[in-house]
């Protein structure tokens, strides 16, 4: 649900970074904590928060950690602009200015999902909102079905939370991780090939639920390739982080046909987008 007519959620708060990690060449994830300590507010599942750049402005970006992590908050964040640019310049116990959340979650405590099989499909920077909904399902295990994670990435290099996807994730009750990167490389022995052929060749019965967020191509691929495999949309969530701006819905830099991404999403579901312009 979206809180963004609360006066808390339109005024930037102070967080403190207290750890960064380099995922890959270009991601790092920032780990961001209260002064006194604890997460700076509540959120669930797929909602996102604006950091600010002093002198630059802000952007948004999906919580990456789990709503069940009392104690921080995580954004995995990719370099591709100027305020991008400032973040992953930043260091441990630097100060910077967050508010939020806004936007649509996923609809975790509701039957949609609960007590369902679940595909989640991600390519690149993609499994970063998907992040903090696996790890809110595996806190709460016994309420969801089976769990498939299907992510895709460039190369080895470029898989985020790599540990996480190989030694953690797979030792979980009655869940799968399937790992694909682009093209062959020394070393590794995992499927080589793009996602939506990758999903098609896992077989996949269309009796599950999909939760599918990537680089706007991959989510049309994708979710044309689960139409062909029997899925209908009303069976496929997907997140938009399309041009978020102001994150209330007032300056129409989001709109997608008559809904604002950052007001009605950016969680929907795939049969309440008739048509993605064409960025996606």
Sequence with gaps: ????????????????????????????TFRIEKPEGGKVFDFMPGQCAMLSAPGMGE?????TSSPTTKDYMEFSIKRCGEIT????????????AIRGPYGKSFPVTTEALKHKDLIFIAGGIGLAPLHSVIDYMLANRDD???????YGA????????????????????????HLTIDKAQEGWTGN??????????????????VLLCGPPIM?????????????????????????????VGKCGRCNVGNKYVCKDGPVFRCDEIDELPDEY
């Design 1 to 28: 649900m979206c809180n963004c007519g609360s006066k808390d959620v339109l005024t930037p708060q102070i967080g403190v970074v207290t750890e960064i990690r380099t995922e890959t060449s270009d991601v790092k």
């Design 59 to 63: 952007a948004i970006f999906s919580i």
């Design 85 to 96: 640019e400032y973040l992953h310049a930043i260091e441990v116990g630097q100060q910077i």
């Design 144 to 150: 969801y079905g089976s769990i498939d994670v299907v």
């Design 154 to 177: 460039r190369s080895k290099e470029d898989f985020v939370d790599y540990k996480e996807l190989s030694e953690v994730w797979p030792k979980e009750k009655n869940t799968k991780v």
């Design 192 to 209: 080589v090939g793009f996602v939506p052929q990758f999903l098609k060749d896992l077989k996949f019965t269309p009796d599950k639920t």
């Design 219 to 247: 989510i049309k691929l994708c979710l044309a390739a689960l139409i062909e495999m029997g899925f209908a949309k009303t069976q496929v969530y997907t997140t938009l982080e399309f041009r978020m701006k102001c994150g």
